[in-house]
T-cell receptor, first 113, second 115 residues
Framework: TQLLEQSPQFLSIQEGENLTVYCNSSSVFSSLQWYRQEPGEGPVLLVTVVTGGEVKKLKRLTFQFGDARKDSSLHITAAQTGDTGLYLCAGEDYGGATNKLIFGTGTLLAVQP | DTEVTQTPKHLVMGMTNKKSLKCEQHMGHRAMYWYKQKAKKPPELMFVYSYEKLSINESVPSRFSPECPNSSLLNLHLHALQPEDSALYLC??????????????FGSGTRLTVV
């Protein structure tokens, strides 16, 4: 069974602070995706990383894929209240037409004004 | 159109009822998925359809019956559900291609309550 553990599970910070969320697995994935989910909504894709060691930046968000393609991190600089939500990493196994996405345990982020 | 549309948004059903959840996308995605999400938990994969054929069933009980009538539609037929089946049911779709990873597009889900 492929498991992705995220840490921390919960994070409450003040606006303007920086934070890092970690996603770790014992399995190798073909790609690692990060999603943000708000209450009552579906997850929304933030980024996909494919190459070991890859770093992608999306405005204040920086994503990194581990060299061995087993772990990833999400760093947010100067958090804003709009960043509040459930952050999910998800590992994908390539099976061609039968790819499946396995979600991590989730990190619930609350940014206080 | 870059959306996955799920209907209904909310559903309350009795344990003896039969109901269906519907999912529609017009992005030309040929992989479609059903996920189940309990409160404060990550989504769990239920079924995968590729080119309108069921390719993965994650040992889901037979009271859940998926159907993919065409490349734009995905249904989930529900019968004799239990209260523990109450959850947010999410549909997702993805482009099938080579040479890279493609992100999944999720619908907003159907909030199901079994009474």
């Amino acid at each position: 069974t492929q498991l992705l553990e995220q840490s921390p599970q919960f994070l409450s910070i003040q606006e303007g602070e920086n934070l890092t969320v970690y996603c770790n697995s014992s399995s190798v994935f073909s790609s690692l995706q990060w999603y943000r989910q708000e209450p009552g909504e579906g997850p929304v894709l933030l980024v996909t990383v494919v190459t070991g060691g890859e770093v992608k930046k999306l405005k204040r968000l920086t994503f990194q894929f581990g060299d061995a393609r087993k772990d990833s991190s999400l760093h947010i600089t100067a958090a804003q209240t709009g960043d509040t939500g459930l952050y999910l990493c998800a590992g994908e196994d390539y099976g061609g037409a039968t790819n499946k996405l396995i979600f991590g345990t989730g990190t619930l982020l609350a940014v206080q004004p | 159109d870059t959306e996955v549309t799920q209907t209904p948004k909310h559903l309350v059903m009795g344990m003896t009822n039969k109901k269906s959840l519907k999912c529609e996308q017009h992005m030309g995605h040929r992989a479609m998925y059903w996920y189940k999400q309990k409160a404060k938990k990550p989504p769990e994969l239920m079924f995968v359809y590729s080119y309108e054929k069921l390719s993965i069933n994650e040992s889901v009980p037979s009271r859940f019956s998926p159907e993919c009538p065409n490349s734009s539609l995905l249904n989930l037929h529900l019968h004799a559900l239990q209260p523990e089946d109450s959850a947010l049911y999410l549909c997702a779709s993805r482009h099938i291609g080579t040479g890279g990873a493609y992100g999944y597009t999720f619908g907003s889900g159907t909030r199901l309550t079994v009474v």
